[in-house]
Every structure is written in structure tokens, then in C-alpha cells.
């Protein structure tokens, strides 16, 4: 059972940064990969970026690359997710999970999401 609590989520304006944390429970969080997805109102969720239990690869989705990083601090059971050059489209609601399939396939395991609102 792993348990994942997300951080860091508010309001910005446009061309604003966030930096989003996933703070995991469990001793074993070294031992998944770990994703970032995002559902705005009306949308389906989508996978925003994700990254090997290691960290030695990272992948994103083709719209956000250059603007999104992720990172783990696996002593830390931590993955983040730093947002730059916010849009107000980036406004959704956003969920860390555990991967099940490096890198899109969700375990089953989420977070409670935190809100991110970009203000035009």
C-alpha cells in the first residue's frame, strides 16, 4: 500500500512558476516508477511527465517539454514537478501516481490532487 500526498498547487499568473511535490509513504518508493497527470474540468485526465524509479529517464508530454521538469529525491520518498512559463491552459487539477508501466501506465495508486489556477 502506498500512500501519496500532493503539495504546492495555487494561483499564478501567467508566465508564473509552481513547484509541485508527492511526498510517498512506504519504504519502498525507490522501487517505482512515478507520474504526474492532470484533468482540467471537462477533460479526461492526461499524463503530464514521468520518471524511472531511478530517475535516469524522464518523459513529457510533447506540449509541455521545455516548460516542465520532474525530479525524485528518493531519500526523501519525494517527486516534484516544477512548472515555468504557466499558461492559463496549464489550469487543472494535478495528481502524482505510482506507475504500474514506464511511461504512462498508472498502478492504481493516486494522490488527492492539488488545484493549480492560471490567471490570464
Known amino acids: 500500500q502506498v500512500q501519496l500526498v500532493e503539495s504546492g498547487g495555487g494561483l499564478v499568473q501567467a508566465g508564473g512558476s509552481l513547484r509541485l511535490s508527492c511526498a510517498a509513504s512506504?519504504?519502498?518508493?525507490?522501487?517505482?516508477?512515478m507520474g504526474w497527470f492532470r484533468q482540467a474540468p471537462g477533460k479526461e485526465r492526461e499524463l503530464v511527465a514521468s520518471?524511472?524509479?531511478?530517475?535516469?529517464?524522464?518523459y513529457y508530454r510533447d506540449s509541455l517539454k521545455g516548460r516542465f521538469t520532474i525530479s525524485r529525491d528518493n531519500a526523501k520518498n519525494t517527486v516534484y514537478l516544477q512548472m515555468n512559463s504557466l499558461k492559463p491552459e496549464d489550469t487543472a487539477v494535478y495528481y502524482c501516481?505510482?506507475?504500474?508501466?514506464?511511461?504512462?501506465?498508472?498502478?492504481?495508486?493516486w494522490g488527492q490532487g492539488t488545484q493549480v489556477t492560471v490567471s490570464s
Open positions: 520518471i524511472r524509479r531511478s530517475g535516469s529517464s524522464t
Open positions: 501516481a505510482v506507475l504500474k508501466t514506464f511511461p504512462d501506465i498508472p498502478a492504481g495508486y
Open positions: 512506504g519504504r519502498t518508493f525507490s522501487s517505482y516508477a
